[in-house]
């Protein structure tokens, strides 16, 4: 399996009408689908970029539409046992938050309440299906990494410790020690969840938008499904990261600058992490932030969909071409399926000793 990276071009936003739109799609042949962005030279304007993309989305695309066609395809794989990221990345303002967070309206809603919809409706149809032989439990956990440091979002601010919680390898994934949990059983019990968690969120103003997150934010949905003794468990991870902006270029603050330095190393190891991947090299630093860490690309077992979110406009002229650089190499990223704790030995044989989903074979106690 390999990573899979598109790109979504935002529409203009109201103050933005009278700007000059320098970001376009294209495709590489009539009759294909938008595959192709591009974007003329900062140096020679008569000079044209060209960045290509295992999908684009342009400023017509509706968020219903970006959600059937890149992560409503992999709900079926989810249940099957594998594991589901979902990260948007790009520079602050681009859409990633309205991507994966989105709007109050239905229309609106973004990839993550459209997920959590998905994942209520499939469980149940999967346990009235089985006539209630197989039950789905739905468990949520969000965190926030802010200055390299993990801080549980579903606890009131006054509950964080300076340091933030510690990360631990378990079964060659990372896991965050002391991160709470919570079940929940339907679509409501999400929202009134996530809603009070991103209150919970550390926001700050910045030039370059108001109201931009200085973190990464990550949604992590397990997924348990039980029959008899057998148990199979999968996670969604959705995750909006911090705004990848070149902080020289924003007027930032004192303290803002140490965020900054903190969020562009964080993005700046996972453009290494990008490289080292698509390179073939033997080391990734991973290790050298806890946002790579945890995202493991190109290590966790299953499906990685990178969302670069793009502004058509001048004024992101640069951080664009940057941004566009990372994710155009992170396409080339393939993924390993790594092999869980305990063979599922139903498997068909070929895929035996290749890895396979997450199942776990343990008594109920
Ligand atoms: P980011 O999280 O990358 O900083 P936001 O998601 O906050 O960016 O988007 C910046 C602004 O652009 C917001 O006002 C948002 O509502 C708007 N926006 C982003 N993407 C879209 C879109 N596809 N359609 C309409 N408005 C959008
Ligand atoms: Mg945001």
Do not use: W
């Amino acid at each position: 399996m390999s990573v899979r990276v598109v790109a979504r071009i935002r529409p203009l936003l109201e103050k933005e009408l009278d700007k000059d739109v320098i970001v376009t799609a294209d495709r590489a042949q009539d009759g294909k689908p938008l595959t192709i962005v591009k974007i003329p030279s900062p140096k020679n304007e008569a000079e044209e970029f060209s960045f290509a993309f295992n999908s684009v989305y342009d400023q017509a695309t509706t968020q219903e539409e970006l959600f059937t066609a890149e992560v409503a395809p992999h709900l079926k794989a989810l249940f099957q046992g594998y594991d589901v990221t979902i990260f948007a990345y790009g520079v602050t303002g681009t859409g990633k938050t309205h991507t994966m967070r989105g709007g109050l309206k239905l229309a609106e809603r973004g990839v993550i309440p459209r997920l959590l919809s998905n994942v209520f409706r499939r469980g149940k149809k999967l346990a009235k299906d089985s006539n209630g032989e197989t039950t789905v439990d739905v468990a949520l956990s969000y965190y926030e990494i802010y200055n390299d440091k993990v801080f549980d979002l579903l606890e009131p601010p006054e509950k964080r410790t300076p340091s933030g919680l510690p990360l631990r390898e378990k079964d060659g994934k990372t896991m965050v020690v002391g991160l709470s949990e919570r079940t929940c059983e339907d679509l409501k019990d999400f929202e009134k969840l996530y809603i009070e968690a991103n209150n919970n969120r550390v926001t700050a103003a910045t030039k370059l938008n108001a109201h931009s997150s200085r973190s990464h934010a990550i949604l992590r949905v397990k997924v348990t499904q039980t029959t008899g003794d057998m148990v199979r468990e999968s996670t969604a991870s959705a995750i909006d990261l911090a705004g990848s902006e070149d902080n020289r270029r924003t007027d930032n603050g004192k303290e803002r600058l140490i965020e900054s330095a903190a969020i562009n190393k964080s993005l700046f190891v996972l453009s290494q992490c990008i490289d080292a991947i698509s390179r073939g090299d033997k080391r990734i630093p991973y290790r050298e932030s806890k946002m790579t860490r945890i995202l493991s690309l190109g290590q966790n077992n299953g499906i990685t969909i990178m969302i670069l979110n793009l502004a058509p406009i001048r004024s992101y002229h640069l951080d664009t071409i940057s941004s566009l650089n990372v994710s155009s190499r992170a396409k080339r990223i393939e993924v390993r399926e790594i092999e869980n704790e305990v063979v599922f030995k139903q498997l068909p044989r070929s895929t035996v000793g290749l890895g396979g989903p997450n199942v776990i074979r343990q008594p109920l106690r």
